[in-house]
């Protein structure tokens, strides 16, 4: 793991690493900001997936979260959103598959299945590599946006005891039921749908065993809202389920950053409530 960058931020570190994977079998790179609480103790990690086309930097430069993550002695990793150069057939052709749109599964079909796993990598292999090399402790915590929250609650719902709390920023909430389904989850796993669902959080909630809650923000001119992203149907299975959700909705607000920057301070407030032990509510 070699850091190769380290920029000072509200008196702690943006730190970025790359390192060789073998999940992925390629290089990877990601982002890990630490407090200044970090230099002498110990701290609980936020857990940022990002989305489409997004690397492991837009969230650190456009979110303004170091500010709250400092003073509440929170790290906040923001890895890749999928392998990079590899130079598949097809890779870069498109904003939405390939490069830059792993959507934190992993491929069966070739040739995507030797590199395409970003849901081993993300749930295995780097948080184990950032526990045994960085100053972080066992309590984490999960949140993402778009394709990135889509992850987040896919991976908070399939490993429900890794996380104290979960959260996401429009997240894509049913993608079997989306455009994406036939472009993107017929060409990473093929056309076996029931290995699908297991990437979908409203089929998830379904037969979710124990009952993480969940905090999900969307704003309601989110050009992606009813066609793409559905979070009506998380909203509906999760009433069927009485699965525990916050679903707040805010008018005039988009799909970009300048939406995540204006809320980011309240998801950061909730999860840090959760990596204390302390009870949660939403911050209005």
Sequence with gaps: MQLFSQIKS??????????PSTTTHCEMTFSLYLPPLAESTSVPVLYWLSGLTCTDENFMQKAGAQRV????????LCPDTSPRGTNLPGEHESEDFGSGAGFYLNATQAPWIQHYRMYDYIVEELPALVKTHCPVLDKWSISGHSM????????????????????????????IDSPWADKIFSRYLGADKALWEEYDATVLIENAQEKLPLFVDQGEADEFLTEKLKPAALQAACEKAKYPLTLRTHHGYG???????????????????ALKGESTHVYY
Excluded: T
């Design 10 to 19: 509200f008196g702690g570190y943006i730190n970025r690493y790359r390192h």
């Design 69 to 76: 993550a400092s003073e509440l002695g929170i790290a906040i």
């Design 148 to 175: 990135g929250g889509h992850g987040a609650l896919i991976i908070a719902l399939k490993n429900p005891h890794a996380f104290v709390s979960a959260s996401a920023f429009a997240p894509i909430c049913n993608p």
């Design 255 to 273: 799909h970009s950053y300048y939406f995540i920057a204006s809320f980011i301070e309240d998801h950061l407030r909730y999860h840090g409530k």
